[in-house]
């Protein structure tokens, strides 16, 4: 399984898109990542960076904010941590 901050369409986009054979779930608004304290404000430089390559996460994930979880596998207990 994987979580994406995408919205629920760009999640389900990008699942098809890459033929993906699990679930690829949406955390549009980084509640999951906050919780397990992954979630972080994109900085202004790397902001910047991906605005010249027209690349605007907050539209992408339907927010009005730049935030995303740390890229990484975790591994999951059963009391929930990482």
Do not use: C, H
């Not at 906050?34 to 900085?43: I, N, R, S, T, W």
């Amino acid at each position: 399984m994987a979580v994406s901050p995408q919205t629920p369409t760009n999640t389900l986009s990008q699942k098809e898109k890459e033929e993906l054979d699990f679930e690829l779930l949406s955390d549009q608004r980084g509640e999951t990542a906050a919780d397990y304290e992954v979630l972080f404000e994109v900085p202004a430089a790397v902001k910047e960076v991906y605005q010249g390559f027209e690349l605007d996460i907050a539209e992408y994930n339907g927010l009005d904010e730049w935030i995303l979880p740390v890229p990484a596998v975790y591994i999951i207990n059963q009391e929930g941590k990482i």
